[in-house]
């Protein structure tokens, strides 16, 4: 890797940002990835965009589907971020593998109980994001609170999970 790749790198491994998993679902068989590049676009319509690896196993059951699911996590969920970012190695079925519940609506497209919030989205366009990713910009069909008030977010900073108040 370049010295300027490797850089850009350490200093985008200072931003803190949430964590969130993308999952999709089509034919029966369901995908699921970690994206900290998740924001909102719109209010209206409430619209939101992640960037997805073209690597991602994820993208081509989105594509397929013309949905996606977003699960932002709460400090509980860190075993979710393991294995949807394939921390604790490959498994058949990231969703059965991370320990929490899973429900969908009007898309099909899979949602963590257990996060803190959720948006259920329609794909509206995609654009090349460099030569290796894709942003793909969905309208939210649907969206909700689950934790109460008080749960606090999954934070990744520094290559590492955080929660608010780490050092």
Same mark, same amino acid.
């Given at each position: ?18 964590? @969130? ?7 029966g ?24 690896? $073209?690597?991602?196993?994820? $993208?081509?059951?989105?594509?397929? !589907? *013309?949905?996606?699911?977003?699960s ?13 970012? *394939? ?16 429900? !969908?609506?009007? @898309?099909? !497209?899979?949602?963590?109980? *257990? ?13 090349? /994001?460099? @030569? ?5 910009? /969905?309208?939210? $069909?649907? !969206? ?7 749960t ?8 590492? @999970?955080?929660? $608010?108040?780490?050092?």
């Amino acid at each position: 890797m370049d010295d300027n790749r490797q850089a850009f790198r350490e200093a985008m491994s200072r931003w803190a940002t949430g964590v @969130t998993v993308v999952g999709a679902a089509h034919d029966g068989r369901t995908a699921g990835m970690v994206a900290s590049s998740f924001t909102s676009v719109s209010a209206d319509p409430p619209t939101v965009l992640v960037a997805v690896s $073209l690597r991602s196993r994820t $993208l081509p059951v989105i594509e397929a !589907s *013309g949905a996606f699911a977003v699960s932002i996590l709460s400090s509980a969920q860190d075993q979710a971020f393991r294995v949807f970012a *394939g921390i604790t190695g490959e498994v058949p079925d990231r969703f059965a593998a991370a320990g929490d519940d899973i429900w !969908s609506l009007e @898309t099909g !497209s899979p949602i963590l109980a *257990g996060s803190l919030a959720w948006f259920d989205c329609r794909l509206v366009t995609s654009f090349p /994001g460099a @030569t290796s990713h894709v942003i793909l910009v /969905g309208e939210v $069909l649907a !969206s909700g609170v689950h934790a109460d008030p008080g749960t606090e977010p999954l934070l990744y900073f520094a290559r590492s @999970t955080r929660r $608010l108040g780490d050092t």
